[in-house]
Nanobody, 127 residues
Framework: QVQLVESGGGLVQAGGSLRLSCLAS????????MGWFRQAPGKDREFVAG????????VYADSVKGRFAISRDNNKNTAYLQMNSLKPEDTAGYYC????????????????????WGQGTQVTVSS
């Protein structure tokens, strides 16, 4: 399995930006589709964004569409989540996840479809 480590979280004012990184090690990163999920206190973990192994297809939750952008650099074994125009309701622990997938178009938004998870990084947006 691939191992995942997130970084880049922090405290930011509403309207600000953060970029999260997810560094993968262990297995061949390009064999995996990647996803970002988040979990706020007292709430279920929810899908935020996903990307195919090629980076050619992406999908977003409606709540972040137009504000967040997922990307990846297979040469650096890293996936990214650029978060702009942050809102207090974006406050959560953010987790990257990997799913073994050769598809160039299909991206799962289902938590249970992902094989490996990082430990998470906290994002707090103040009003």
């Amino acid at each position: 399995q691939v191992q995942l480590v997130e970084s880049g979280g922090g405290l930011v004012q509403a309207g600000g930006s953060l970029r999260l990184s997810c560094l993968a090690s262990g297995r061949t990163f390009r064999n995996y589709a990647m996803g970002w999920f988040r979990q706020a206190p007292g709430k279920d973990r929810e899908f935020v964004a996903g990307i195919t192994w090629t980076g050619g297809a992406t999908v977003y939750a409606d709540s972040v569409k137009g504000r967040f952008a997922i990307s990846r650099d297979n040469n650096k074994n890293t996936a990214y989540l650029q978060m702009n125009s942050l809102k207090p309701e974006d406050t959560a622990g953010y987790y990257c996840a990997a799913r073994l997938s050769s598809s160039v178009w299909r991206i799962s938004t289902e938590l249970n479809d992902y094989d490996t998870w990082g430990q998470g990084t906290q994002v707090t947006v103040s009003s």
